[in-house]
């Protein structure tokens, strides 16, 4: 009785750590900004979660790059034009899928930058949807935590975009050249402290994981288990 009992626990633990397809909430993506001058041509993810591949933080090619510490900064949003965006991601490995809740990111206009800035996605190639549209106050920081109000379930891809909404400049006036629009680091308590730029929520796949030791010790006893039975069957037949 107590070596069926074994057999079964090894037998539950195998099944729960190979079997099982694995989630792990957290971050799908992040770009950390800190040390960046602003006018880099991209900007390389800093973490991606198992299973996923960051794509770059990068800008439309009708932007002009633009000094600004830890950001990626740009003039040229007069229009606005189709070519004039930020934007950044991921693809989804083989096996794997992705829920997304969240996003955190900061952005600043100078004065003739853009005042309102739409955020899209475009999931699995298709068409950009609308998340939200921030509005640029002067030259004042936007920290910008958006919840989803529906989970957005990614099975390719998922790239977010940033855009101006219209012509209407940060400080009242019309979008200028010159004026500049930057993407850095969230901070939750007004600059004091700094977090990644976030694509987060839930990732999951087949991707199998090591073996915690309680498993490894279950499947250690059921091997020793399932050779014991095997001996004495052996020993039976034998006599």
Do not use: C, K
């Amino acid at each position: 009785m107590r070596r069926t009992l074994i057999i079964s626990l090894a037998l539950v633990a195998f099944v729960s750590w190979y079997g099982a397809p694995i989630a792990r909430a957290g971050f799908i993506v992040q770009y950390e900004m800190t040390g960046q001058t602003g006018d880099q041509s991209v900007m390389a993810p800093t973490f991606s979660a198992p299973g996923i591949t960051g794509v770059n933080l990068a800008r439309g090619a009708g932007l002009t790059a633009s000094t600004g510490a830890n950001s990626m900064n740009s003039s040229g949003w007069v229009g606005p034009n189709a070519d004039d965006f930020y934007s950044f991601g991921f693809n989804v490995g083989p096996g794997t899928s992705a829920v997304v809740d969240s996003l955190q990111f900061a952005t600043r206009s100078s004065n003739t930058g853009p005042g309102f800035v739409n955020v899209f996605d475009s999931v699995d190639g298709g068409a950009e949807t609308l998340i939200t549209t921030i509005t640029q106050t002067g030259t004042n920081f936007s920290d910008n935590l958006l919840n989803l109000a529906s989970p957005v379930t990614v099975h390719s891809s998922m790239l977010i975009l940033l855009r101006s909404a219209n012509n209407t400049s940060a400080a009242g006036g019309t979008v200028g050249a010159a004026g500049t629009l930057r993407i850095g680091d969230y901070s939750a308590d007004n600059g004091q402290t700094f977090q990644p730029i976030s694509v987060a929520g839930e990732v999951a796949g087949d991707v199998e994981p090591v073996p915690e030791p309680a498993s490894m010790l279950l499947l250690g006893l059921g091997a020793v288990s399932f050779l014991g039975v095997g001996w004495l069957r052996s020993r039976e037949a034998r006599s």
